[in-house]
């Protein structure tokens, strides 16, 4: 088998073919400077991933060399891109070549060669389907974590997107041609350019692939329909962004009939994500010839339930009908067509949904089981088995391409499009919501009035007409214009030139602050406040897992090594019944997310301290949760162990006592856990002053250590507790009910959320001075931009009234990029830079609130050691 | 006898799917799969009636755009199965 050996063009004359070698200088250089412009604004807007910035870069030189190659060569060439860029994306890490990134290349490559090599093996189909069944089973236990493999996690969602359903294609359709494979043909197929790059990847026909190379006569226009399709992805992922960074509604902010409206009808909108990716996937493939039909096509514009399963996802509902509809339709079609259609229908909707799982196991390497993607499947498949049985029954209004619906045709079908945007939105805010009673809670926001139900209508209304007339404008037919490529190169260099704008300051500028709110998310490509709150909830509440579709922590959490866990799931603690509920064990050192972790012999992560504090020591004990703890960072890396390397040198030189800062912090820990350990533990340290700290987002984490107290049925330890469960009317009864909805006794408990962190506060405040420590509140932001607004006005207000003052690092960070201090994209905490900055500020803030803390430094005048002493006394 | 295929298809076509539709539009290299004529629905009723009428077994495999995407390649499929 020859490797240069051309495709054969279906379809395709002679003359065709020799039209499409036609050079053309002008629209060479058009396509090169509408490519340049995409990769530039691949590079301002961040779009997808650096890996994606480095695949644009080598798909633009190697299309600049593809266009002069002879149609025989271009195949083997677009293999030679494919796999250099697979190469590129995994040994090109932070702008320099790793040797190790490399190696997962040629592994990726070498595993999918031996899958290959298995559809080939001579002898029976049966032979080669067992022999792959067995490798993949083999594959399945490595992916799962039960055998150790010689190469990294990182290379098994790109080594799944490409052959989890491509084999199962390639195998059927390589059976049923009549045209042996090519080695080109194969390889291409399989790892094709953009793949490395997107696992979430469209399951692209294996026919379709080979008969759409360049089965155009002209092929500038393949080339510029690419373009085209780049910049229409481009939009989608900023359309995404702008509603995905403004407008999203998380179930426990619904608290309006607005918020409401907003909370249903935006998380559909958020698969512009998906359909963007597509378009620049397919777009990519144009560049090199492959002349794809669309992956989507209009589908907010659904007329109905088979429409919207006809529009959104094409690929995926063409793989389906091939492999299970069609198939097991023709099998059952004796039981006559009704009941084969609605037996096929369910059966397809059925397999979507398992291998939506499937899917997810080879891309996270855990099975995708909620209640909320099986609802959301069973639902669809219903409504588009009820709407096939009506269009059998009443016949469904089709037209030619072109042709215009009558008046009455087209306002029925308009009405109908809303009609189904609306059911799609509702359905798909079910799949997006973490619990049926969440998911059910934010409904009752319907029962309340408020003044901003003139907001809900008008938004509703807004909807309204932005799908009614554009539905009316598709039914009366007006067709897309015949293509033009000057007119389609007009269209992308002046979107381009827009979109590029609006990245220059100096445009943001003259904006007003809607448009530069606008422009703001449009650049942003981080999580955005809810989904935050999500990743965050995960070290609380263990809540690992996401909703049905919520593409970005899906994201992030695919990208997150299956090892990378939770302090408390390692084996450095020991569990304990009731509060705290662990506790490291005293002197050991074990691995956690990457560092070593070591404890004292009091089981503290810190140096050695005796019991006993001496005379000349000033003793500080630190409460907090993971960012105390130091999650990320080696042992001498965390910011208490920083500051008091820094206090004792500098007390060495200048004169002053000796600091000994104790961590009591434990990742995973709340207030209510710290006031158990202070009570219990610090206190016994003798500590001078002791340092709570906390962050934006800690006041809600007691209220769910509570909520587990009360489901694990232990004591609640503090009369305050007891007294709070009483007031929102929870007995032992309801606990059992709740057991199966934790969410629904979080709603029973929130109103109290802040009774709690204030009797804590309180609780906190007084026990550091019955033991002779003055308690001073410490705001620690995380390296976040929703940390960097300030200090939040509840806890600090609440610390005050305890009597604690409280010490701001607001602008730790200084001018850093955030997210160069984070120990992993998937894991927002500060790395080694980050600790130091906070190590630097909490010292300034020692400093500058000296007279009102009395922590002495070591540089202090003698005028602050007589304050800090009149402290002391007066304590 | 091949064009008295592709008149009775087109017959059926219209009769079924567009009804309404003036014939001079619909060519017999008018696209049916891509225009989002023959969906999965139609393109069963369709098969249906092509083996009724021509007494041919269609395969699931066979429900291609090569196949079925216009008057005259459904012609040409349908001569290819009756030899």
């Known amino acids: 088998v020859s490797l240069t050996q051309a495709i054969p063009s279906p379809g395709l004359s002679t003359q065709a073919s020799s039209e499409r070698a036609e050079i053309s200088i002008p629209r060479y250089l058009v396509i090169a400077f509408e490519l340049g412009l995409f990769l530039v604004v691949v590079y301002l807007f961040n779009i997808e991933s650096r890996g994606f910035l480095h695949l644009g870069i080598l798909a633009f030189f190697g299309w600049l060399i593809h266009y002069f190659l002879p149609l025989r060569y271009r195949l083997p060439f677009f293999l030679f891109l494919s796999l250099t860029g697979i190469g590129l994306v995994f040994g090109l890490q932070a702008e320099s070549w790793s040797a190790e990134g490399l190696a997962q290349a040629a592994w990726t490559i070498g595993l999918g060669l031996v899958l290959i090599a298995l559809c080939h093996v001579p002898g029976s189909n049966r032979v080669r389907i067992s022999l792959l069944a067995a490798v993949v089973i083999a594959l399945a236990a490595a992916r799962a974590g039960a055998v150790a493999t010689p190469w990294s996690a990182a290379i098994w969602p790109v080594l799944g997107s490409m052959f989890m359903f491509r084999l199962v294609v390639y195998l059927q359709q390589v059976r049923q041609s009549k045209t042996p494979p090519t080695v080109a043909r194969t390889l291409s197929y399989f790892f094709m350019l953009p793949n490395v790059c997107f696992p979430l990847f469209p399951v692209v026909d294996y026919h379709t692939f080979l008969k759409s190379h360049y089965d155009s006569p002209d092929r500038h226009r393949i080339y510029q329909t690419g373009i085209h399709w780049l910049f229409r992805g481009i939009v989608h992922l900023l359309l995404y962004r702008l509603i995905y960074q403004n407008l999203i509604v998380d179930a426990s902010d619904v608290a309006t009939r607005f918020d409401l409206v907003n909370y249903l009808l935006w998380p559909y909108t958020l698969y512009l994500r998906v359909s963007g990716t597509f378009h620049l996937i397919a777009g990519m493939m144009h560049l090199f010839g492959f002349n794809l039909p669309e992956t989507h096509k209009l589908y907010f514009l659904s007329s109905s339930f088979n429409d919207f399963w006809r529009r959104i996802n094409i690929y995926w509902k063409d793989f389906i009908m091939k492999v299970f509809y069609y198939p097991i339709y023709f099998r059952l079609r004796q039981l006559g067509n009704v009941a084969a259609l609605v037996i096929s229908t369910m059966l397809a909707f059925f397999a979507t949904w398992i291998l939506h799982g499937y899917q997810w196991f080879w891309l996270r390497g855990t099975w995708l089981l909620t209640w909320n993607d099986a609802l959301f499947w069973a639902i669809l498949g219903a409504l588009v088995v009820a709407n096939s049985l009506y269009e059998i029954e009443h016949g469904r209004t089709r037209r030619l391409a072109g042709t215009a619906l009558s008046w009455r045709s087209t306002l029925l079908t308009s009405a109908r499009t809303i009609g189904v945007f609306f059911a799609i939105c509702i359905l798909w805010s079910l799949w997006s919501a973490q619990s049926l009673a969440q998911w059910l809670g934010a409904w009752s926001a319907a029962l309340r009035p408020s003044d901003s139900d003139v907001a809900a209508a008008a938004l509703l209304f807004g909807f309204i007409a932005v799908i009614g007339v554009s539905a009316l404008v598709l039914a009366r037919g007006v067709a897309e214009p015949a293509f033009a490529f000057g007119r389609s190169a007009a269209v992308v260099i002046s979107s381009a030139a827009i979109i590029i704008g609006i990245s220059f300051p100096e445009v943001h500028r003259n904006l007003g602050p809607a448009g530069r709110t606008v422009a703001a998310s449009l650049m942003e490509s981080e999580l955005n406040r809810g989904d935050f709150a999500n990743l965050e909830r995960g070290y609380y509440e263990n809540l690992m897992d996401v909703g049905g579709f919520n593409s970005e922590l899906w994201e992030i959490y695919r990208a997150k090594p299956a090892d990378w866990r939770p302090v408390s799931e390692t084996d450095g603690v020991e569990p304990i019944d009731g509060l705290p509920f662990f506790s490291l064990k005293p002197s050991v050192t074990f691995s956690h997310n990457g560092v070593q972790v070591t404890t004292n012999r009091w089981g503290m992560r810190d140096r050695d301290y005796p019991k006993e504090r001496s005379q000349e020591t000033v003793r500080v004990a630190l409460l907090g949760s993971s960012f105390v703890f130091g999650n990320g960072v080696g042992d001498e890396e965390t910011f208490e162990n920083l500051l008091e390397d820094r206090l004792n040198e500098e007390a060495a030189r200048f004169g002053g006592p000796h600091y000994e800062l104790m961590n009591f912090g434990v990742g995973g820990y709340s207030d209510l856990e710290n006031l158990h350990v202070l009570e219990n533990r610090a206190c016994g340290f003798d500590p001078d002053f002791v340092f709570l700290f906390f962050h934006s987002d800690t006041r809600s984490h007691p209220l769910g250590k509570l909520a587990n107290l009360m489901l694990a049925g232990q004591p609640l330890h503090y009369p305050f507790l007891e007294e709070i469960v009483r007031r929102a009317g929870v007995d032992e009864n309801d606990v059992e009910r709740y057991r199966e909805d934790r969410y629904a006794l979080m709603q029973k408990l929130r109103p109290y959320e802040q009774d709690i962190l204030e009797r804590i506060y309180a609780e906190i405040a007084a026990a550091a001075r019955e033991c002779g420590a003055r308690p001073i509140a410490v705001f620690i932001p995380r390296p976040e931009k929703f940390d960097q607004g300030g200090i939040p006005e509840l806890e600090s207000g609440l610390a005050r009234e305890a009597g604690m003052p409280v010490l701001d690092l607001s602008g730790a960070y200084g001018e850093s990029d955030l997210a160069e201090l984070w120990i992993a994209r998937w894991d927002h905490h500060p790395n080694a830079a980050g600790t130091r900055l906070l190590a630097d500020r909490l010292y300034q803030a020692l400093k500058d609130s000296q007279p009102s803390t009395g922590f002495q430094l070591p540089m202090a005048s003698q005028e602050q050691r007589e304050i800090s002493q009149e402290v002391v006394r007066q304590r | ?83």
């Open chain 2, 1 to 83: 006898m091949k064009d008295d295929v592709k008149k009775t298809l087109k017959d059926y076509i219209l009769r079924e799917f567009l009804p309404g539709e003036s014939p001079d539009n619909l060519l017999y290299s008018t696209q049916l799969i891509t225009s989002g004529v023959l969906d999965s629905l139609a393109t069963l009723k369709l098969v249906a009636f092509l083996e009724e009428t021509y007494g041919i077994t269609v395969q699931p495999h066979e429900l291609e755009s090569d196949n079925l995407d216009t008057i005259d390649r459904i012609a040409d499929f349908v001569g290819s199965k009756r030899g």
